[in-house]
């Protein structure tokens, strides 16, 4: 299978997407059981790998307890020595916090069991542990794309892809948040039983077993307002916002700002971290997300009303910038009836 950053990027060749040669002894599975750790990425690899794994809970204090969300407390069978013997070693979502370091045990155990062989996966945040344990480092690492900008703060030499639902780069695996746990998941059922197998488990957990897009369709659709002075940039950015429907240039904004398009340029580049047709762009694509949401708009009417031309052009932006198509983004994101407006054509 070839890259594809836009829903998962991974490094395996097509013939392992439907594997038709089964393990004969089921496969050691061993899950972290991290300090506050998140109770569903927690029960998606138990829920998943129930069945053909040999599954076992580990943790840095085997029979103390761990604390979860909600006041529940969680033990673990094993220590985190459990991983000298997995084949794959799970890492769910750990805890958020600045001032969070992993044990050094958790990771040197980490590192023993990917240099013995062991597939390491993380889920959500799971890859500030990896990341921490030294493993993704100068690897292309998936996490929740409200954590992208700070494992790139705190571990520079991953090559952090915020778009991907996983990565799959060998024998490191890494996914976004919650639901995508379950899509990298069902991809290791894929690669150890086949396609037949993960698409049985999907059954089972009654989702998909493979999703179209990737998870920039999950960010808000509102681009965030740029935060600058009334004497700089935010009267000619309202401007714009109220006129997205109508063909802008760089000239016109730089006109309405009073400055060379040159100027305009630069002055935009430092306030806003990005060109002015970039920024158009972003506006456009988020008010047609918005009109797909909300409305029940033709996808023409819905690509003229937000500046994107025609449907054909609107389909290539959301094909470009969120890996999935406006009709497949409709249907996953369209409002009940009831709950907004719904506009009709004139």
């Known amino acids: 299978m070839g890259k594809d950053t836009h829903a998962v990027s991974t490094g395996r060749s097509a013939k392992n997407s439907g594997r038709s040669e089964v393990p004969q002894a089921p496969i050691r599975v061993v899950v972290t059981l991290l300090e506050e750790t998140s109770l569903f990425e927690l029960s998606v690899p138990c829920a998943v790998f129930a069945e053909g794994y040999e599954l076992t809970l580990c943790s840095t204090t085997p029979g103390g307890i761990q604390r979860a969300p909600g006041g529940l407390h969680l033990t673990a069978e094993r220590g985190v020595d459990a991983m000298r013997e997995a084949d794959l070693v799970v890492v769910p979502a750990c805890v958020m916090d600045s001032a969070y370091e992993p044990p050094e045990e958790l990771l040197d155990e980490l590192r023993g069991a990917h240099a013995r062989g062991a597939r390491v996966a993380s889920l959500c945040s799971g890859a500030f542990v990896l990341a921490a344990a030294g493993l993704l480092d100068g690897r292309e690492a998936a996490t929740h794309w409200m954590y992208a900008d700070e494992l790139r703060r705190r571990h520079p030499r991953v090559r952090v892809n915020e778009r991907a639902l996983y990565v799959d780069d060998g024998s490191i695996l890494t996914s976004a948040g919650t639901a995508a746990a379950i899509d990298l998941c069902l991809h290791i059922v894929r690669h150890d039983y086949g396609s037949a197998a993960a698409a049985e488990v999907g059954r089972r957990m009654v989702v998909a077993p493979h999703r179209e897009g990737d998870q920039s369709q999950y960010a808000p659709a ?20 109220d006129r997205l429907q109508q063909p802008l240039s760089v000239g016109e904004l730089a006109s309405r700002a009073g400055m060379s398009t040159r100027t305009f340029e630069r002055y935009f580049a430092r306030e806003v971290g990005t060109t002015p047709l970039r920024w ?3 506006q456009r694509l988020a008010r047609a997300r918005e009109l797909l949401e909300t409305t029940d708009l033709p996808v023409d009417t819905v690509a003229q009303r937000s500046g994107l031309g025609s449907g054909d052009g609107l389909r290539q932006h959301f094909h470009r910038a969120l890996g999935t198509t406006p009709a497949a983004y409709r249907r996953a994101f369209r409002m009940p009836r009831g709950s907004a407006t719904s506009t009709r054509p004139t």
């Open 280 to 282: 158009l762009n972003q």
């Open 222 to 241: 509102r681009a965030p307002r740029v935060r600058t002075s009334e004497q700089g940039l935010a009267p000619v950015l309202d401007w714009a916002l």
